[in-house]
């Protein structure tokens, strides 16, 4: 034995868990702004409050992307004095302070557009301004125009349809991948049955080149779901 302390990190797992704890509320509010967002788009259509919760959004990525890097300062803190083995406890917070400073310093406002979640967002917004301003058109229009509103409303309707289920779907979520939307629980039971068969999970759209689809992969399609909703409503 070589005598040395042993130092006991236990109380920095417990703070990492704390942390993953705090990450995973940041990321609920993100969902939560944008749904709001895509609720002004809907019922008031006010591009001020949309840039206002926009704003909003790049806190939460500000605040997500400061965690990260410090969780990050403190699992390679850890992994350091474990390879090391120190005789002397070393002061942790100055180590951990020292490497979150430096992650800190190569901030770039690139890294916050980045940010999945943010990605999502403007994405779902532009989605959900066209989709209401293809509506408002249709109201008062050329008769020619209306016939192709009327064929656009057809292809929507077949958005609606789960490739694998071949009904309207209640809860879909696209495929950052392929762009392609399924009924959720039909994918994930997808996924799982081709698993157990130890085959590769192709995207069940016809045509689509998709050959791995992964769980991962999957976000909750919000603005077709609103359509969805819209139609029928409407439909009624």
């Known amino acids: 034995m070589s005598g040395r302390p042993l130092i006991s990190l236990s109380g920095v797992d417990s703070c990492l868990t704390s942390l993953k704890t705090c990450k995973t509320y940041i990321n609920t509010g993100m969902d939560v702004t944008t749904n709001v967002a895509l609720d002004l788009v809907e019922y008031h259509n006010d591009l001020e409050e949309i840039n206002t919760v926009e704003e909003v959004m790049l806190e939460y990525a500000v605040m997500n992307r400061e965690l990260s890097h410090y969780m990050k300062a403190v699992e390679d803190t850890v992994k350091q ?18 490497r ?39 109201e008062e229009g050329p008769v020619l125009e209306q016939v192709d509103d009327d064929i656009a409303v057809t292809q929507s309707q077949r958005k609606f349809i789960c490739p694998i289920t071949q009904e309207e779907m209640k809860k879909p979520v696209r495929n950052k991948i392929c762009g392609h939307t399924y009924e959720e629980e039909a994918i994930l039971e997808h996924i799982r049955r081709r698993q157990q068969q130890k085959k590769k999970v192709k995207c ?33």
Not at 90 to 96: A, R
Not at 104 to 118: F, G, I, T
């Open 81 to 98: 004095i474990k390879q090391d083995k120190p005789e002397i406890v070393p002061d942790l917070k100055h180590l951990v302070m020292e």
């Open 204 to 236: 069940p759209q016809v045509g689509c080149n998709n050959k791995e689809v992964r769980k991962g992969d999957l976000v909750l399609d919000e603005v077709l779901k609103r359509m969805i909703d819209v139609w029928n409503k409407q439909s009624q």
């Open 100 to 138: 979150f400073r430096n992650l800190e310093s190569k901030n770039c406002n690139a890294d916050l557009q980045r940010n999945e979640k943010v990605v999502l967002f403007k994405e779902q917004i532009k989605r959900m301004k066209a989709q209401f301003g293809i509506q408002s058109d249709t």
